[in-house]
Nanobody, 115 residues
Framework: QVQLVESGGGLVQAGGSLRISCAAS????????IGWYRQAPGKSRELVTS???????YYSDSVKGRFTISRDSAKNTVSLQMNSLKPEDTAVYLC?????????WGQGTQVTVTA
């Protein structure tokens, strides 16, 4: 079992920055891929970014060049630095982790970007 707890998020004006983090506990040493999805009202869940155990990263085209994911395996945390935020980035951001062929989810943290 893996437990994920997100922190950070909040309200920011367009062009601003936010950092959100996800702390993993439980069987966190078995985590392979970890990353973030987001879900805006009325829209389907979208994969934003991920990072593998080896450090390989993926970014969706919509955030490439603006968002940066980082992973601290010693602390079992993953963070997402979000710069140049846009109103369309407004969503609930959900941390996920893949471990032993299962996907675990955090509760989500709200990010709201005002124009």
């Amino acid at each position: 079992q893996v437990q994920l707890v997100e922190s950070g998020g909040g309200l920011v004006q367009a062009g601003g920055s936010l950092r959100i983090s996800c702390a993993a506990s439980g069987s966190s040493s078995s985590i392979q891929g970890i990353g973030w999805y987001r879900q805006a009202p009325g829209k389907s869940r979208e994969l934003v970014t991920s990072i593998s155990r080896a450090g390989t990263t993926y970014y969706s085209d919509s955030v490439k060049g603006r968002f940066t994911i980082s992973r601290d395996s010693a602390k079992n945390t993953v963070s997402l630095q979000m710069n140049s935020l846009k109103p369309e980035d407004t969503a609930v951001y959900l941390c996920y982790a893949d471990s032993n062929f299962r996907r675990y989810w955090g509760q989500g943290t709200q990010v709201t970007v005002t124009a």
